[in-house]
Every structure is written in C-alpha cells, then in structure tokens.
C-alpha cells in the first residue's frame, strides 16, 4: 500500500511539473484526448496499463 501511495505521488508531481513548466502544450494535449474517439482511447489506456504493470514488475523482480 505504501508502494502504491508513493507511485500516485510521483504521478501528481510528474503532472503538476508538466502544467508548470508547459501549460500550453498540456492544454494542446488535453484537447487532443477529448477529441480521440473512445474505443481509440480505451486501447491507448490499457496499453498503457499494461506497460506500466509490465514496468514495475520488472522494477521490482528483476533489479
């Protein structure tokens, strides 16, 4: 539980950097994904999930 607190920490200050530091191409983004159709972005999300399940087992079993 503690791993996974620390993980969505680094993920609000992963994003709280990327609206500091290039607002504008993060307001670009957030345009663009509201315009991605839903079956699109469902791929892209569980792509994404994977690869970061993928990601932290390898973090974690293997280093």
Known sequence: MLDFVAALGLV???EGI???????LA???LRSAAETPVDRMRLIGIG?????VILVWL?????
């Open 18 to 24: 990327l609206f500091a530091a290039i607002p504008h």
């Open 48 to 52: 994404s999930a994977v690869l970061g």
């Open 27 to 29: 307001k670009d983004a």
């Open 12 to 14: 609000f200050a992963i």
């Open 59 to 63: 973090a974690r079993g293997v280093w």
